[in-house]
């Protein structure tokens, strides 16, 4: 029995519901067969919870058998508890002679209404009825049956907000990881399709799991990622992004190497090239290894347009990520060390403008750039139907203030203008904030050694990038190293009839062919139409 109630630190690697035990009575490895001890068990685990349900019932022709029905509210569907499983458990007739008899019906019944599992861990009880789930206890037995029967509210299935297309499906993950999945296999209806759920997180218990399409994916990349899930040990984890910073290749680098996104479409198109997805219980991100720095610059809408237009639109998006990365280093190197670059039409009138200026071109550049990024985050923090007006009117009033008081010339803010528009284009967020953050540094070295600093700037940053992996596959694939077939898919988008092949880095090398060559559409013979 236990004894009297008396608080305690949890210990490492325990289920964190143990605080309210005894010291030296944790859980024990085994339910006991009164139905007493297991209630008692359940309210010091869980510290009498408001939102604790535990229920007894009598059932049988003389009311002999004594079951414990708990569940915790907002996590299940009570409808379908009072419905079903309370239903089935008052229909226990005199056919049922012993407890025994009593667990195997209910285990047996309850299979049409409910996934049923049977448990006789005191720990494992615990945890499952923390993850949701509802437990049965029959007094006389020392096991206990887990139902499965989901509720709570949740956010309904709806359209991404930060990756809309013109052109595609509306339809976004959410935050429930059972949803996720089902709306992949909806996608995906090959039996191949593989889904291994962990756990991570002492105290959160979240759940992971990992999809790929076995045959497609590389087994060595997928080996890889269950490894460095495993060797996850922390305690509280409520999103992707810490899954993410805990299992990427190069943690010092500023450019991201595992790739998120909250299209099905897109996770989909990734675990049909080979790739593998980390799902997060509580997060709409999906993550998606390997990556390379193509995937950050294409869009889904890419292969939902004609190859014409999705060509065009990612060579605009190669030029504006430079244009937004470069653009204000390379006015600040022109203006103080190669003036001879310039029209001395445009020299003279921009010399006009910073007459009167106090400051040179990188205070210029830097006061503008830091102005510009606390508007964005200003504009991404207050509600979203003011945020956007503040950011737009703060801008146009800061920049027009600043130019008449003479702190900042109109070149430099249609510059920094300019560059903010272009940092816009970049599809995927955690790319656009990286080259926000280079920019500083390429001011600093145009401000310093002119043109020569920027281009060793931009030497440096593709020297690392060349040495940059992600899940062992180099990120600059197929430029470096270079592998001609697959540029068909990189910076350019050819037919998709000319698509034959899966990225050979990633998947696996006995399945590289994705399609068969003679989906060319062909016009009808113009002999055999007349016929």
Not at 91 to 115: H, S
Not at 216 to 223: F, G, K
């Amino acid at each position: 029995m236990l004894g009297p109630r008396k608080r305690q630190t949890p210990e490492v690697g325990t289920t964190g519901l143990q605080s309210n035990l005894k010291d030296g009575d944790k859980l024990p490895k085994h339910l006991s067969p009164s139905l007493n001890e297991n209630e008692r068990l359940i309210r010091d685990s869980f510290g009498d919870s408001l939102d604790l349900s535990i229920r007894r019932l009598r059932t049988g022709d003389s009311r002999q058998h004594e079951l414990l029905i708990v569940h915790l509210q907002g996590l299940v569907d009570d409808w379908l508890i009072s419905n079903s499983i309370v239903q089935k458990a008052t229909e226990l007739g005199r056919e049922i002679r012993d407890e025994q008899q009593a667990f195997q019906y209910l285990r047996d019944n309850l299979l049409t209404v409910t996934r049923v599992e049977v448990v006789a861990g005191a720990d494992e009880l615990v945890t499952r009825l923390a993850e949701g789930k509802c437990g049965i206890l029959v007094n006389g037995v020392a096991a206990g049956l887990i139902c499965t029967v989901p509720g709570g509210e949740r956010r309904s299935v709806d359209e991404p907000i930060n990756e809309p297309v013109v052109r595609g499906p509306r339809e976004g993950f959410t935050e429930s990881l059972h949803v996720n999945i089902s709306l992949l296999r909806r996608r995906i209806k090959d039996p191949n399709l593989r889904f291994e759920k962990q756990q991570i997180g002492r105290i959160s218990k979240t759940e992971i799991a990992v999809a790929y399409i076995t045959g497609t994916a590389d087994e060595r990349i997928a080996l890889e990622v269950r490894q460095r899930l495993g060797r996850i040990d922390i305690d509280f984890v409520q999103e992707s992004g810490q899954i993410e910073e805990l299992i990427e290749d190069s943690p010092f680098s500023i450019f991201p190497s595992v790739f998120r996104t909250e299209r099905t479409d897109r996770v989909a198109q990734a675990l049909a090239e080979g790739r593998v997805a980390i799902f997060t219980d509580g997060s709409p991100f999906v993550l998606i290894v390997p990556s390379d720095l193509s995937m950050f610059l294409a869009s889904a809408e890419d292969y939902y347009e004609r190859f014409f237009i999705a060509s065009f639109i990612r060579i605009l998006r190669v030029i504006t990520f430079f244009i937004s990365l470069t653009l204000p280093s390379l006015y600040v190197a022109v203006l103080t060390f190669h003036h001879e670059m310039l029209p001395t039409e445009l020299l003279f009138s921009i010399a006009a403008q910073r007459d009167g200026v106090p400051f040179p071109a990188i205070v210029e550049a830097v006061l503008m750039e830091l102005v510009f990024e606390v508007l964005r985050e200003a504009g991404v923090r207050l509600p979203r139907i003011i945020g956007p007006a503040v950011s737009i009117v703060g801008a146009l009033v800061l920049g027009e203030a600043a130019i008449r008081a003479g702190l900042v010339s109109p070149a430099m803010v249609m510059v920094v203008a300019l560059t903010a528009v272009a940092s816009f284009a970049t599809p995927a967020y955690s790319l656009g904030i990286t080259a926000r953050l280079l920019r500083f540094p390429l001011i600093i070295l145009a401000a310093s050694l002119g043109l020569f600093g920027v281009m060793v700037g931009l030497y440096l940053m593709y020297v690392k990038l060349t040495a940059q992996r992600s899940f062992g596959v180099p990120y600059l694939a197929p430029v470096a190293p270079v592998v001609i077939e697959e540029w068909k898919d990189s910076v350019i988008r050819v037919p998709l009839w000319m698509l034959n092949r899966r990225p050979s880095l990633v998947a696996d090398r006995n399945n590289q062919v994705r399609q068969r060559p003679g989906n060319k559409p062909q016009p009808p013979d113009a002999d055999k139409g007349s016929q």
